[in-house]
């Protein structure tokens, strides 16, 4: 059965400090790997990562991907409150269509 | 960039009634489009994937008498809750991949409590 697994389900951190959010995932047809920010309303986009080992930055978060061992990290470094949401990993089959993890609920404290 | 849309941003209704809801591309053209539905603190399920011109693809588990998809142009695809119930009650989001299907865009989503 094809899944995707996010690990911490959710992460109390003060402000300053890095976070490293994991997921993992064993689907049947990879095409790419999708980061994204939820705020109570619909996901906004991240990322978007398809070749292993390579990088993607933004600011103060990046993501890389790992393609042979199936997984992916999100860093946040120098959180600040407004990265407080639920980060959603999402797997595209290749059709377009998303199978999305559980999420990992950020809290960063003042 | 391109935008998706949807209307109503929420919805109250009674058990038992109906509820459309809309996603349109604004600015690209969308023959495909798909449906996920997320409970309260659960993360984004796919319903069913809608096809512009032909019968919607639902996931295992979500009835297709219940909820009926019409993919009336390739800019609008519409979702209806038919006899909903409070179980119903969800956060109902529309996605539209782009041409090369590399990026989704996701509809700000629609509300709805069924009382």
Redesign the interface.
């Known amino acids: 059965e094809d899944k995707v697994v996010q690990s911490p389900l959710s992460l109390v951190v003060h402000e300053g400090d890095t976070v490293t959010l994991n997921c993992s995932y064993e689907v049947t047809n990879f095409r790419s790997l999708l980061w994204y920010k939820q705020e109570k309303k619909a996901p906004t986009f991240l990322f978007m990562l398809t070749s292993s080992g390579i990088e993607k930055k933004s600011g103060r978060l990046s993501s890389i991907l790992d393609k042979k061992e199936l997984f992916s990290i999100l860093n946040i470094t120098a959180t600040q409150t407004g990265d407080s949401a639920v980060y959603l990993c999402a797997v595209d089959w290749g059709t377009g269509k998303l199978i999305f993890g559980q999420g990992t609920t950020l809290q960063v404290k003042p | 960039g391109a935008v998706v849309s949807q209307h109503p941003s929420r919805v109250i209704c009674k058990s038992g009634t109906s509820v459309k809801i809309e996603c349109r591309s604004l600015d690209f053209q969308a023959t495909?489009m798909?449906w996920y539905r997320q409970f309260p603190k659960?993360?984004?399920?796919?319903m069913a994937?809608s096809n512009e011109g032909s019968k919607a693809t639902y996931e295992q588990g979500v009835e297709k008498d219940k909820f009926l998809i019409n993919h009336a142009s390739l800019t609008l695809s519409t979702l209806t809750v038919t006899s909903a119930h409070p179980e119903d009650s969800s956060f109902y989001?529309c996605?539209a991949?782009d041409r090369n299907?590399?990026?989704?865009y996701?509809?700000?989503?629609t509300r709805l409590t069924v009382t």
């Open positions: 495909t798909f659960q993360s984004l399920m796919l994937t989001i996605s991949p299907r590399y990026e989704q996701f509809g700000p989503g």
